[in-house]
T-cell receptor, first 114, second 115 residues
Framework: GAGVSQSPSNKVTEKGKDVELRCDPI?????LYWYRQRLGQGLEFLIY????????KSGLPSDRFSAERTGESVSTLTIQRTQQEDSAVYLC????????????FGDGTRLSIL | SQQGEEDPQALSIQEGENATMNCSYK?????LQWYRQNSGRGLVHLIL?????REKHSGRLRVTLDTSKKSSSLLITASRAADTASYFC???????????????FGKGTHLIIQP
């Protein structure tokens, strides 16, 4: 596609529910990244994929968070048993390779936990 | 993880003036990147400067990098109302294994251009 696409753009859910966020990277981009941005803050790195492999999951905030990627295509970020502290904008980015390349961002999913 | 720090946190100037934003970081890096974020949108990449470069230009943007001081600056010349946005620096860090993963972002500078 022309750019990184994320869905849904907004998600409101009750505390304790599971949510799944989707990211479609730019075609041909091998690297894919997930970030979290709390209101008025910078971006907090969560996880990256090189192809469908995620070598380092230590950036995920808790074991309620998990992520998958199918080949060099779609990725999903799943948050189980959501908490109010999970409320944030979740941004996805992709790039051709890992090093010395700009990252191209989607517009994010705004997640609100009631 | 280490975090970049932008300075100032907020900047308000008149249209036509130049805007300068600074960024400091803590670790060795492969490169430093500047991004712009308009309200409610994702980040847009502006400039990438590699660790062996000292200055880079792109249109009205000028970025400097001083690796000895672990700092960078972003200069926007002849500012326009459309430049109003948040600006973030992000470092692509070198880890001991020689690889790199996600970017490390600062909290950003909120720039307001008064028409």
């Amino acid at each position: 596609g022309a750019g990184v696409s994320q869905s849904p753009s907004n998600k409101v859910t009750e505390k304790g529910k599971d949510v799944e966020l989707r990211c479609d990277p730019i075609s041909g981009h091998t690297a894919l990244y997930w970030y979290r941005q709390r209101l008025g803050q910078g971006l907090e790195f969560l996880i990256y994929f090189q192809g469908n492999s995620a070598p380092d999951k230590s950036g995920l905030p808790s074991d309620r968070f998990s992520a998958e990627r199918t080949g060099e295509s779609v990725s999903t970020l799943t948050i189980q048993r959501t908490q109010q502290e999970d409320s944030a904008v979740y941004l996805c980015a992709s790039s051709f390779v890992l090093v010395n390349q700009p990252q191209h961002f989607g517009d994010g999913t705004r997640l609100s936990i009631l | 993880s280490q975090q970049g720090e932008e300075d100032p946190q907020a900047l308000s100037i008149q249209e036509g003036e130049n805007a300068t934003m600074n960024c400091s970081y803590k670790t060795s890096i492969n490169n430093l990147q500047w991004y712009r974020q308009n309200s409610g949108r994702g980040l847009v990449h502006l400039i990438l400067i590699r660790s062996n470069e000292r200055e880079k230009h792109s249109g009205r943007l000028r970025v400097t990098l001083d690796t000895s001081k672990k700092s960078s600056s972003l200069l926007i010349t002849a500012s326009r109302a459309a430049d109003t946005a948040s600006y973030f620096c992000a470092t692509d860090q070198i880890y001991s294994g020689g690889g790199a993963d996600g970017l490390t972002f600062g909290k950003g500078t909120h720039l307001i251009i008064q028409p």
